[in-house]
């Protein structure tokens, strides 16, 4: 095992930088419909008319991030088996809704039908919300970031690196971040949150090299520590 100093994550690029051609669909698609397992999944809706009242999304598979114009609204947890939000809408911008997977369910009869981002609709006290566009999110190609040191706002990927004279297994310590996934070198480590119980991402020292080493994290929360820090041993809470 070894530990790596403290380093920065002073680069910064936007989710909008990944998003692929969009898909337009009458109502919301799973990710499965769209051939996506794994990652993230954007809905967005265009809103024509103000509104002030319930948004029920039916169902969240597995957590979602409602927003509008940059600012968040809400979340809503399928933990905790949430799906609606009181929320005050406004004209002529789109309503967002990002949903992570954040893996499958291996027991009981829900297995039979576990599908994941929005798998049924999204509903108003006026009525269901037709008319949607959709980014499929995989998160399996990075290569297209364009990394700057501007002021990130909302979900966004921060890079950092660090360098190695010798490589050794290690835990990336995610202490101080809020809810994402890291990846280091092109390698997905997982997913973390800050509510554990696991703080520390084990890193094979087969994934590390001498020199140069790159982490980048896509995290959902704007806010927080910008630094990590590798080591020898993992951290539950």
Not at 11 to 39: C, F, H, T
Not at 180 to 201: C, D, E, K, M, S
Request: glycine share 10%; charged share 20%.
């Amino acid at each position: 095992m070894i530990s790596i100093p403290s380093f920065a994550l002073a680069e910064n690029a936007p989710l909008v930088q990944l998003l692929p051609q969009p898909i337009s669909s009458e109502r919301p698609k799973s990710m499965e419909d769209l051939d996506q397992a794994y990652g993230f999944i954007l809905y967005q809706h265009m809103i024509t008319a103000p509104y002030r009242g319930m948004l029920e999304i039916k169902d969240v598979h597995d957590y979602a991030l409602v927003s509008q114009g940059g600012k968040l609204l809400g979340t809503l947890d399928r933990r905790l088996k949430q799906s609606t939000l009181d929320l005050r809408l406004e004209a002529g911008k789109p309503l967002e809704i990002l949903v992570e997977n954040m893996g499958r369910l291996n027991f009981s009869t829900e297995m039979q039908d576990e599908r994941k981002g929005i798998t049924e609709t999204v509903l108003t006290e006026k009525g269901e919300l037709l008319g949607w566009t959709i980014y499929t999110l995989p998160f399996d190609n990075l290569s297209t970031l364009r990394f700057g040191k501007q002021v990130a706002t909302g979900p966004a990927f921060y890079r950092g690196h660090f360098d190695l004279a010798e490589v050794g297994d290690t835990y990336l310590d995610t202490r101080g971040w809020g809810k994402g996934v890291a990846f280091i070198n092109g390698h997905n480590l997982g997913r973390y949150w800050h509510i554990g119980p696991q703080h520390a991402l084990y890193c094979p020292a087969t994934w590390l090299k001498k020199g140069k080493n790159e982490v980048i994290v896509f995290d959902l929360n704007s806010v927080g520590q910008r630094t990590m820090q590798g080591l020898t041993h993992p951290i539950y809470d």
